[in-house]
């Protein structure tokens, strides 16, 4: 549009002989001379990387073209304090020889306060071409260096119906009038301008906004990534189940990572072997596989059949797999389980203290997997929590089978203790005494041996009752003078107190004698289950029932409090693993049953003996 501008005002010069040949311009050459400084000047605009420079090209350009010493492009800008506009010089070029030479003593800046008729001029889109004496008013006029600037040409640059600032050149050896057709150029070459001034600020505008939006997300992502640390760590310090713990940091680095499911498999350094521990879907944790997960992560898995954990185990990483990595990476079934739903990516990393390899994190993508660098700095960092979690756990574990097995050692060292000092000196006297009978007899001295024999039944009978004594000892002493069914009344009656929780214990069917060892046990779990509904399920109300039937006996513990998830624990704390374990010393059955919001219910039946 620019260069047909140009073709029709140098036609209209052409049409008037007159003017061009007062302006002293050969057509042909004026024409050719204006588009070459026109492609010149866009060239400039659109490939000089640079744009100061590419716009001190276009001003260097335009000057040589019509032969002006110096050019100069400024911009207005509308304030408050005055109702006419600020203007600011943005850039400026001038010949090599030539002084600069700007005609207003404020310099690079000023308003238009004296030259507001100018302004008015300019921005009915007027074109100046003429000298400073005729254009300039006092007292402005005479503070410029007018031996310096013969003609000035001021070209507004418009931007819809005023003008965005003026382009200014100036001859600052001799008047020279400008023709139709060079305003024209200078016309076209100051919209130019103006518009790449225009674009330029406007992507620099988009850049900072970009840039601004960029940070802020950053910002939040960093803001998040330290809420998920802080939540964590808090937990790690305050949560006393570990179990729990890492259930709760595999949820959450699941949900943060945007995948679908995540699985944590626990390394067998002695079996070399990898066993799931946990997995996490739709905001849970679960202690067991799904049916509808690849039958391999149903038993321990040798690490031989996938490459991936021995690589990482080499090369610590987030390793990000998609479908076109997937071709040899993948465990048997777990390929075909990821088409049939849906999954399209995957991310691994080994759980690692110091260079001991604890297992592995795997978790998978509905779409393909792309970490931006603040978001695998948190993944890596909350797997590192993981690794520590699941460290935390086994040393918790070992030391509670250290706690049960020096218990069990001191009981049998009492009970050792008990035998030597009662049961086998009552033998060893026993044993004493019949040899003496022995002896008499052999001397037919009867009555003598009558007598030792007497001793031997004396020290017998005070053997008897010692073992009596020691066996009573390793009962609780709630059973040593009352049967089962009273010793739960008053358990029921002792941990209740003063409190407002209603705890009721009840038999059901004929009482009859227990064996000791299914009473002790029965006791001890009905005392657990009390203290973890007292301590955690804050109930209201607590039920014992003791259920008897000809061939089993039946304790059952309920409770109206908060309750659990089961799937979310595994083997339990250290009472319900207790519970457990006691349940299967006497050969009986354990249930748990348990729903958030509905109460708790441990059930314990155990078959009595065929011979009881």
Sequence with gaps: RALEAENHLLRQTADQPNLAAASGINRVALR?????????????LLTVEDFDEAIDTALQTL???????????????????SPWPHWQILYKWSAADGPWVFPHPSGAAGDHVGIEAIYARLCEGEIFSTTPQALIPEPLRSQQRPEHDAALHHVPVMMGDRPWGVMGFDDCDAFRDLSAAELSMLSVAAICLGSAI?????????????QAAAAKQQAAELAKANGLLRSSLSRLSTEPNLTDVLGQLLVELVEYAGAAVGHIFIHDALQDTLTLKVRCRDGQAFWSPASDEPTVFQSPIPTAVTPIFPDLCRQPRLAVLNKQDFKGQMWPGVLEWFEAKGYHGTCSHVLLVGDRPLGMLAM??????????????LVLSLTQQLALVIQLTQLSDADKQRAIAHERENERNRVAQEVHD????????????????????????LSVAQT??????????TGLQEARRSVRALRPAPLIAQDLPHALRQLAQQMTGDSDIQIRAETRGANFSLPTAIENNLLRIAQEALTNALRHA?????????????SIVQLRVHDDGTGFNPQSQTSGGFGLWGMQERTRSIGGEFELTSDVGKGTEIAVTVPLPTDF
């Design 452 to 461: 030792h024999v007497a001793q031997a039944r004396s020290l017998a009978q």
């Design 63 to 81: 000057c040589r073209a019509l032969g002006c010493n110096q050019a100069v492009i400024v911009e207005f800008t509308d304030t408050e304090a």
């Design 32 to 44: 050719d001379r204006l588009l070459e400084a026109s492609a010149q000047t866009v060239s400039a």
């Design 538 to 550: 804050a109930p209201q109300n607590v039920y014992l029932q003791l259920h008897f039937v000809p």
């Design 198 to 210: 225009t674009r330029q600020r406007t992507q620099q505008a988009l850049q900072g906004a970009e």
């Design 422 to 445: 009662t049961l086998a000196q009552s033998f060893t006297g026993v044993l004493m005494q019949l040899e003496v009978v022995r002896r008499k007899i052999d001397l037919a001295q």
């Design 364 to 377: 998978a993508f509905k779409e393909l997997v792309v970490f931006q660098s603040v978001e695998e700095e």
